[in-house]
């Protein structure tokens, strides 16, 4: 009897939590949590100071009514630089172009370099926490794995944004980012899990450039405006 009294108390005190977060209003930036914040400014720092960053991360993309997409791959950053697998491509910026080589067309494309191109480096996930786009709210605290994460809610201040919201469950311990969960108004959903993180570790300045003579075959396609 006592057990199931425990329970209860467990149910109510849950439900009314989320009745609470209900009634309260998030309109401005000015409503974010300040434990969110506090939360996220440890986040940007750790992030921020890193000298290097290396992202092992799975990714999936879920468009209503077709298969999820599934993607693993690798993220490295160092500076300016960055180094990208993501499935059967390889992407590299040695801080002057960005080259994307494909297996399977055995080819490389030479763009310039653009920060809004939407690829998944450990700086363009700093960018989502960016506190002029959002409002932050702290939600409930989640275990995974027998690990303890912060879950901070992205609310859009901007009324055209892409997103209906954006979650992110931050390590209690490291305050680095490992699931971060993001909705799409055309209903898909998009889930970033970082199955490891690694700051500070040495990383070569040749991982950041391609190789050609490694790949004496290849087809190049130069894009670059100038």
Not at 15 to 22: T, W, Y
Not at 135 to 148: A, D, H, Q, S, Y
Not at 160 to 183: G, W
Request: proline share 3%.
């Amino acid at each position: 009897m006592k057990k199931n009294y425990f329970l209860l108390t467990i149910i109510l005190v849950g439900l009314m939590s989320n009745a609470v977060l209900a009634q309260k209003t998030y309109t401005s930036k000015s409503d974010s949590d300040k434990d969110a914040l506090r939360i996220l400014d440890k986040t940007k720092g750790v992030l921020k100071n890193a000298k290097t960053t290396i992202f092992d991360y799975s990714l999936v993309i879920a468009i209503p009514e077709e298969e999820p997409q599934v993607t693993n791959g690798i993220a490295k950053q160092k500076g300016e630089r960055f180094y990208i697998e993501m499935g059967d491509k390889t992407i590299y910026c040695n801080g002057r172009d960005v080259r994307i080589y494909s297996q399977v067309q055995n080819e490389v494309q030479i763009n310039d370099i653009d920060e809004d191109s939407g690829l998944l480096t450990p700086s363009t996930v700093l960018n989502l926490f960016d506190k002029d786009s959002y409002i932050f709210i702290l939600g409930v605290e989640k275990k995974i794995n027998k690990k303890k994460y912060y879950n901070l809610i992205f609310k859009p201040t901007e009324k055209f944004s892409e997103y209906t919201k954006i979650e992110a469950f931050i390590d209690k311990k490291s305050f680095l980012p490992y699931r971060i969960k993001m909705f799409y108004k055309d209903g898909t959903k998009n889930t970033l899990d970082i199955e490891s993180a690694l700051i500070n570790k040495a990383i070569d300045d040749s991982v950041f450039s391609f190789d050609k003579q490694k790949h004496p075959d290849v087809s190049v396609e130069d894009l670059r405006m100038d």
